[in-house]
Structure formats: structure tokens, C-alpha cells
């Protein structure tokens, strides 16, 4: 099928993008116009340029699609609130949505986040049924994902509209231009982390959560949300695997909890002077603090979502980025 994918040159995107061509779809790439497209290059892709806050450059951009995958989000967590932000997770959405209701399109798929969901420890940890925990942080990336989850559900419900949501955790693998998850495998490597918080999150390859949205094109249920995530880790289990694969010494210092707050609320004043992004703000470090523990069992079980070592995604984004002269 002829497939509309949204912010497809970035990490989830790019390795999207090609999992699609690999099944024989038709992609049409929706991209800013000022996108490189790196990650992109020498693919047998449609690329057309947009906004996606035009609400009519998605409705041509989806013309003659048969479905639409929608990845593209602003992730940016400084400043805390922010009205780009709000507006391209937000306004974006409603006009994908619309995009999706006016071209008829057979299935509207939308990237979300595992921290729409409330999060648990590793003997009990969160699932699709667990209500939103992150307003606390007071991020307004955290909230318009979730705010942009609810419109969606809320138009399956009220408008029909063909949609279900994937919402990955921590993803690790190749094409991570930014870099984004990948700078703590840099970090790590080049020894700039010393220490390591006291909280920890779940993990996932990059490549199996493509693979549960690829086969959600044909598996799942209108209307409901799946986990993508793989395996639960405290920041020194994850430090340690991390350094074991790109051949370092690991972190061995552990930092309380009210240290780690102290010195993110210490970023996040002086950033206010500054005017300068911290290098840890405070709900930064508030975050790192909490253990953001998820289940993907749905995902597997309705998705066939794979479970790869998570090694095989610390090695895969290491060696690209090795390969792309970022370390």
C-alpha cells in the first residue's frame, strides 16, 4: 500500500521508512523543507515538503494514500513550557487526523509515548491501563503527547476515524542523526558520565518497535494502545551494559536522589539568568530519579512485536554513529 510517514528522517522514521520498503509498500515521506533527509538518502521514496501545522499541505500530502503513520513530534524538554511544542504535538495531530478522515484512509497510525501511562517498579510494571503519572514533571512535551493521545482516541470514538497508537519507551538503534538516545551511548564512551541517578526506564530496539507499527497496518485493534518496550533497567544496569559494549570502564558512583534534584534545580535557576538550556534541568533530573518501568507483553502478544537483546541496539547505534565521525 501507498503509505503517508510523517517525520520520516528521524531515528524511528528512517528505520521505519525502510522496514516499510522492505515489505514492498509505497512510502511518501512528509519532511520540513528545510530537511537534509541524511538518513533518507538513495531510498526509493516520495518526498514531499510541509508543516505539519498546514492542515491542507497534510490533506494533499495524503492523496491517494492508503495509510498514515504519524512519528513526527517536537521532543524538545527545554524550555519546560513551550508553545511550539504544544502546538506541532498538539495542533499537529488534529490536522493529521483530519489529513487522515478527509483522504478515507484505511489505517491512521500514531507514535505516541510510554509515559502517556503510568509507570511501576520491575516486579509490577506499567501497562496500557495504568492512568498518566507524568504531569508532575511539568513538561509540556510529556503532556501534549499525552493531550494528543486522548484526540486521537476521542476521534476513533466520536468521527471513526481507523486509528490505534504505538507508544515506545527508550529506543536505541542506527539512523540516530540528532543524536538523540544515542548521546548517552556517546556519553558513556567518552567517559562524561561519572556518576550514575538513582531511578532507571525500560528499553527497546528501534528496529522491533518498526516492526510493531509496520505490523500494525494489519494486526491490532482500532481504538487501543500498545507499549512498545523491551527490557527494564536501573541507570547502572544500563550504564554497565552500555560499557561493556563500546569497550569503556562503567560509571561506579551512585548519586542520592536529593543530590541529583538539588543540582537540576540548581541548572534550571541558573538557565533562567543564562537564558542557556541546563545541562540538567529539574525535571531532569526529577525523571531520573523515578523508575519509568513498562510492559510490551500487549505489544508482543497483539503485534508480534520481537524482543531483541538489547545489546544488539547499543552495538547497531554505536557503530553508526561511529561510522557517521559523531565519536
Not at 539512523?175 to 556519553?187: E, F, N
Request: aromatic residues 8%; contains cysteine.
Amino acid at each position: 500500500m501507498r503509505i503517508l510517514v510523517t517525520g520520516a528522517d528521524g531515528m524511528l522514521g528512517s528505520n521505519l521508512t525502510r522496514e516499510l520498503l522492505d515489505r514492498g509498500h509505497q512510502v511518501r515521506a512528509f519532511l520540513l523543507p528545510n530537511s537534509p533527509a541524511k538518513t533518507l538518502a538513495g531510498l526509493d521514496i516520495e518526498i514531499t515538503y510541509g508543516n505539519i501545522l498546514k492542515q491542507q499541505q497534510l490533506i494533499d500530502a495524503a492523496k491517494n494514500c492508503e495509510a498514515i503513520i504519524h512519528t513526527a513530534a517536537n521532543t524538545s524538554i527545554w524550555p519546560n513550557r513551550s508553545e511550539i511544542v504544544c502546538k506541532v504535538n498538539i495542533d499537529g495531530t488534529r490536522n493529521v487526523i483530519e489529513a487522515a478522515l478527509q483522504n478515507k484512509v484505511k489505517r491512521m497510525i500514531y507514535v505516541g509515548t510510554a509515559n502517556s501511562f503510568g509507570f511501576g517498579s520491575k516486579a509490577n510494571p506499567g501497562n496500557e491501563k495504568n492512568s498518566y503519572q507524568s504531569a508532575k514533571y511539568g513538561l509540556d512535551y510529556m503532556d501534549s503527547k499525552y493531550k494528543a493521545q486522548q484526540i486521537i482516541l476521542d476521534a476513533v470514538q466520536k468521527k471513526d476515524l481507523p486509528a490505534l497508537i504505538v507508544n515506545p519507551t527508550f529506543m536505541w538503534g542506527p539512523y540516530d542523526s540528532k543524536p538523540g538516545a544515542g548521546a548517552m551511548i556517546l556519553a558513556i564512551y567518552n567517559r562524561k558520565v561519572p556518576a550514575f541517578a538513582p531511578g532507571g526506564r525500560n528499553y527497546i530496539y528501534v528496529k522491533d518497535v518498526v516492526t510493531a507499527i509496520a505490523n500494525a497496518l494489519t494486526k491490532g485493534n482500532t481504538g487501543e494502545c500498545y507499549i512498545a518496550g523491551n527490557q527494564n533497567m536501573d541507570y547502572k544496569e544500563a550504564f554497565t551494559k552500555i560499557a561493556s559494549v563500546v569497550g569503556v570502564k562503567p560509571p561506579a558512583v551512585s548519586i542520592p536522589g536529593f543530590v541529583t534534584k538539588t543540582y537540576g534545580w540548581i541548572g534550571s535557576t541558573l538557565s533562567k539568568v543564562t537564558g542557556k538550556a541546563p545541562t540538567v534541568s529539574y525535571p531532569m533530573a526529577q525523571i531520573s530519579c523515578d523508575n519509568h518501568y513498562f510492559s510490551g507483553a500487549k505489544a508482543v502478544r497483539e503485534l508480534d512485536m520481537p524482543q531483541t537483546d538489547i545489546e544488539v541496539a547499543i552495538e547497531e547505534c554505536f557503530n553508526w554513529l561511529k561510522e557517521n565521525k559523531y565519536c
